[in-house]
């Protein structure tokens, strides 16, 4: 683990050994995730994947999340848009990576896709991707306000982020703005001509396989897994049937 500074800000970096002779593999977190946090359950899942694959991984915390620095005020409602046009370019660029596969849960998984829409990968894997609003990740997302105030939720983070307080505040009051009602990343995903992967569960709570149906009407050369008995993390819910569909599907695309 090493601080790696990225348009002056300092961002936490986990990158793991693999081969040079393929892509690595960059690791995007969800709204309210960081580097630790991708290891659920004593699975080191990112470990996992670059180990079944022999590829090299990078996992970093976006700012205001993990050890990276805080972030000052609110995110904007394009905050997604500016990580993958403007920060993760420049992420990459530190780190020599041409052409990384990305893969990304939540909020990372829509990070991706929209890199992937503007700029070259190897290969996309989106885990419980948003390309649009729904009612019921509104819902959920209120509710884990309530449990962040008054139940345990705080205290759970805090174990992950240096500014627990900033790292849910920044997600959750821009989830909730009306400003970000609007969001829709569907155009740009009928750009994206890498290949493709979508994995989610139909018990997500923040979100339903209306997100899947509208990637592939936009993208319809992605493949997709749709998994029983799991909720809105694929790789903690379902670590090893998500773990193997990554190696299958980077077997053949990337």
Same mark, same amino acid.
């Given at each position: ?17 693999? /081969? ?15 580097? /630790?946090?991708?290891?659920? #359950? ?40 500016? =990580? ?34 503007? %700029? ?13 609003? =729904? ?20 205290? %759970? ?11 849910? #505040? ?10 970000? #009602? ?31 149906? =509208? ?40």
């Amino acid at each position: 683990m090493s601080p790696l500074r990225v348009n002056g800000i300092q961002l936490e970096v986990k990158q793991i050994a693999g /081969s040079a002779m393929a892509s690595p593999i960059v690791f995007l977190h969800e709204g309210l995730g960081s580097v /630790s946090l991708w290891t659920q #359950r004593g699975i080191d899942w990112p470990q996992q994947v670059c180990e079944a694959t022999g590829r090299a991984g990078v996992v970093y915390s976006r700012r205001g999340y993990g050890q990276s620095d805080p972030t000052p005020g609110n995110l904007p409602a394009d905050y997604m848009h500016r =990580e993958a046009w403007e920060v993760l370019p420049a992420l990459l660029q530190a780190l020599h990576i041409d052409k990384p596969v990305l893969l990304g849960h939540s909020d990372g998984a829509t990070i991706a896709l929209l890199y992937a829409s503007e %700029r070259p990968v190897s290969a996309c894997i989106a885990l419980a991707p948003h390309v649009l609003v =729904e009612d019921v990740a509104i819902k959920s997302i209120a509710d884990a306000k309530t449990a962040f105030e008054s139940g345990g939720l705080r205290d %759970r983070l805090a174990r992950h982020h240096a500014d627990v307080d900033g790292a849910f #505040r920044q997600w959750n009051d821009v989830w909730l703005s009306d400003s970000f #009602r609007s969001f829709d990343i569907r155009q740009a995903c009928s750009r994206i001509t890498a290949p493709l992967l979508l994995i989610q569960g139909l018990d997500d709570e923040y979100g339903t396989l209306r997100q899947l149906d =509208e990637i592939a009407q936009a993208a319809p050369h992605a493949a997709q897994l749709r998994l029983p008995d799991c909720g809105h993390s694929p790789q903690r819910d379902q670590p090893d049937t998500s773990r193997h569909a990554v190696v299958a599907f980077l077997r053949t695309a990337a």
